[in-house]
């Protein structure tokens, strides 16, 4: 999967186009709420910046549904990108059009320009190709740096590469397919898959894709109701899939087969209020009389499957996670979550989050800091892991 890079070019003079992924929260009034995506597209936006290219940047913005929208205006991330790059940020109303060539046009070395919201046409989901050839006559080289959209083959991350001869991968989307490809070829032992999340079903695809190279499952959040479940435990109301008892069952034969262990929360924190704050019990033991009463929810791992979860990642030589262990979002529900995120921080293995909640809560408990790496696509990332070709990279020239 070696693409061609950001640093293989020589873009001075030229006018570049590079795919972003400015898909920031924002509040009611528009404010930016985190510019995270906005920072981690700096690495390419300043080196191209300093090699003289003439930079033209798109990119989506929430879900306007193909209609322009002044909510989802790419004008407040122009600015705020202003404020944390040296160059001047120009920023046109238009993605295509007469209006967008011009702003593109005039460009001099160094320069960058801002479209606006690529989502505001159909034509950009629909990768239809006269969008497509539209978007490229912006620019003369390609960069893709959205890795969050990769696994879209939208016009502005796949049907873009058919009408521009240099199409090459930013630091950011480098970074990604080092660390979530590369890395794991022959991962430093014992490799821990961490998972969690509500559903069985959204990651069946990782697990059967890691099953023959994980050395260790552990498994947390509401998707572990559902492997009780099949085990013939009583789990109250706790969410799960009780059509999937059979999947779950399969994949801890698989696992047994193999000779992969496959960690089970020993206990589970439970609640009868789903509300900050509630009052929480731990089951005894799963096999040990545990189980969940009729009335009550389990909303996150227990005291002993946190010690037991921790010491496996203490010893882990890398470390896979993605999901959270409970619903962390809630005070008094995030006991179990925290201290996988820190348990995590405080290993000495390579540590890999794999994007979505489990990305806002090393955020959140403050360790972001001592990861290894931290993914920018939830969606993305997941389908790297199951071994999947992302068509934002497919589309990209090889080495």
Known sequence: MAKLSIRDLQ??????????????????????????????????????????????????????????????SLKPVADRLGELISAPVKFVGDCVGAEAEAAAAGLGDGEVLLLENVRFYAEEEANDPGFSEKLAALGEIYVNDAFGTAHRAHASTEGVTKYLDTCAAGFLMEKELEYLVHRLEDPARPFVVIMGGAKVSDKIEVLNRLMGKADTFIIGGAMANTFRLAQGYRIGKSLAEADKTDLALHILKTAEEKGIRFLLPADTRHTAEFRDDAPTEVTLPWGEGGEIPADREGIDIGDRAIAEFSAEIARAGTIVWNGPMGVFEKR?????????????????????????????????????????????????SLELLEGKALPGVAALDDK
Request: glycine residues 14%; without cysteine.
């Open 332 to 380: 008094g529900f995030d006991i179990g979550t925290r201290a996988i995120a820190e348990a995590i921080a405080a290993s000495p293995g390579l540590k890999i989050v794999g994007g979505g909640d489990s990305v806002t809560a090393v955020n959140q408990f403050g360790v972001a800091d001592r990861m290894d790496h931290i993914s920018t696509g939830g969606g993305a």
């Open 11 to 72: 873009p001075a003079g030229k006018r570049v186009l590079m795919r972003v992924d400015f898909n920031v929260p924002q509040d009611d009034d528009l404010r930016i709420t985190d510019d995270t995506r906005v920072t981690a597209a700096l690495p390419s936006i300043e080196h191209l910046v300093g090699a003289g290219a003439r930079l033209v940047l798109m990119s989506h913005l929430g879900r306007p549904k193909g209609q322009k929208n002044a909510k989802y």
